[in-house]
Structures are given as structure tokens and as C-alpha cells.
T-cell receptor, first 116, second 115 residues
Framework: AQTVTQSQPEMSVQEAETVTLSCTYDTSESDYYLFWYKQPPSRQMILVIRQEAYKQQNATENRFSVNFQKAAKSFSLKISDSQLGDAAMYFCAYRSVRDSNYQLIWGAGTKLIIKP | ETGVTQSPTHLIKTRGQQVTLRCSSQSGHNTVSWYQQALGQGPQFIFQYYREEENGRGNFPPRFSGLQFPNYSSELNVNALELDDSALYLC??????????????FGPGTRLLVL
């Protein structure tokens, strides 16, 4: 079974600086999708970025980028120019392309604190 | 385009009672997935509905059941509530299930407290 591990329960960063959140996963599959979701205090899970495993190029979305290391099964999220609105829980998630229900398998989350 | 909505936002029940949570999918989406998120943890997959049929289920007992309606909205029913059922229940909608590329979009969740 696939598992997702986020080893940093909490991270803090100064506003305008860069922070990297770690995620590792375990799978025997070669094709899958990885996601970073953000969950602010409002509780709504918001998609930050998505990576297809067959793509070697790292995904980017404005200030958010990933470092996808397939062989190491690592999928870290880099947030540049951190803003107060980035404060939230960040969850890494995995999805197989073989399971018919395509359920998301989640890490335990990292709480990101932005210091003004 | 309307997003995913859930009702109610909060709910308090007592042990042994039954509860129904509702989810309206995003416009154009035909698939709904339900997740349970205990405090301080990541979500756990309960089940998924695609075109009114259950399309997969996580490791949850049969007292967790669901429905999807012709307009693709969905209900999660939990019978014989237990204290451990206290959690945030998240609904996510997406379009299709065949390619695996479909991104799931989440509602704001229903916070259930079982006393």
C-alpha cells in the first residue's frame, strides 16, 4: 500500500523569505500523481500544485514550485516570497492511476507559520 | 461557476444517533469523494461516487453509507455514531474517473462532534 510522510509537523518563515516543505512517499508504481493542498483555518482544502510522475519537469505555479525526485520518492514544496496569506496547514497527497477510484492518500500535514 | 458546497457547517450529535451530511458538487462535475479528517491528521478516504454508483471504498465500516443523486450531489450517512466519528468531513468533486488526471476540488467541510 502507498504511504505519504511529512516529517515536519511545523515550519516557520519570515515574511518575504523562502521556505521548503518536505514530503516523501512509498509506492511500487511507476505512474501516479502528487499534489500539495493548503488548508487555511477556514478548513477548505485548496489545491496548490500538481505533478504527474511521468513528467521530469518540476511543476510551478507562481510563487509555488516543487522539487520532484522520483528515484528518491521525494516531493518537496518551495514557497518563494512568503506572504501572510500563506499561513495554513499544507498536505502532500498521492494518487495512483491504477486504482479505479483514484483516492487521494494523504500525509499528516505541516503547519506553516509566517512571521511578519 | 459555483464551487463545492457542504451542509451543515457544524453538527453536534450523541452516541448511537444517525447523521446525514450533504454535498453539492462543482458545476460540471460528476464524481464525489468523501473524506474523514480527524483533528491534527490528514484526511482518510471514505468512498467515492461516480454517476450515482459507489466507485470505491476505503477502510470504513458499513455504517458509513452514501448516495449520489442525478444532479451529482451526494449524501454521507453515518449510523450508530461513535465518539471516534468526531471529525471534519470533507467532500470533493471532480470530473470523470477514467484517466486519473482529474483534480479533486474540496468543499469547506462539515465539523461533526459526537458526545
Amino acid at each position: 500500500a502507498q504511504t505519504v510522510t511529512q516529517s515536519q509537523p511545523e515550519m516557520s518563515v519570515q515574511e518575504a523569505e523562502t521556505v521548503t516543505l518536505s514530503c516523501t512517499y512509498d509506492t511500487s508504481e511507476s505512474d501516479y500523481y502528487l499534489f500539495w493542498y493548503k488548508q487555511p483555518p477556514s478548513r477548505q482544502m485548496i489545491l496548490v500544485i500538481r505533478q504527474e510522475a511521468y513528467k521530469q519537469q518540476n511543476a510551478t505555479e507562481n510563487r509555488f514550485s516543487v522539487n520532484f525526485q522520483k528515484a528518491a520518492k521525494s516531493f518537496s514544496l518551495k514557497i518563494s516570497d512568503s506572504q501572510l496569506g500563506d499561513a495554513a496547514m499544507y498536505f502532500c497527497a498521492y494518487r495512483s492511476v491504477r486504482d479505479s477510484n483514484y483516492q487521494l492518500i494523504w500525509g499528516a500535514g505541516t503547519k506553516l507559520i509566517i512571521k511578519p | 461557476e459555483t464551487g463545492v458546497t457542504q451542509s451543515p457547517t457544524h453538527l453536534i450529535k450523541t452516541r448511537g444517533q444517525q447523521v446525514t451530511l450533504r454535498c453539492s458538487s462543482q458545476s460540471g462535475h460528476n464524481t464525489v469523494s468523501w473524506y474523514q479528517q480527524a483533528l491534527g491528521q490528514g484526511p482518510q478516504f471514505i468512498f467515492q461516487y461516480y454517476r450515482e454508483e459507489e466507485n470505491g471504498r476505503g477502510n470504513f465500516p458499513p455504517r458509513f453509507s452514501g448516495l449520489q443523486f442525478p444532479n451529482y450531489s451526494s449524501e454521507l450517512n453515518v449510523n450508530a455514531l461513535e465518539l471516534d466519528d468526531s471529525a471534519l468531513y470533507l467532500c470533493a468533486s471532480s470530473f470523470g474517473v477514467t484517466s486519473g488526471q482529474e483534480t479533486q476540488y474540496f468543499g469547506p467541510g462539515t465539523r461533526l462532534l459526537v458526545l
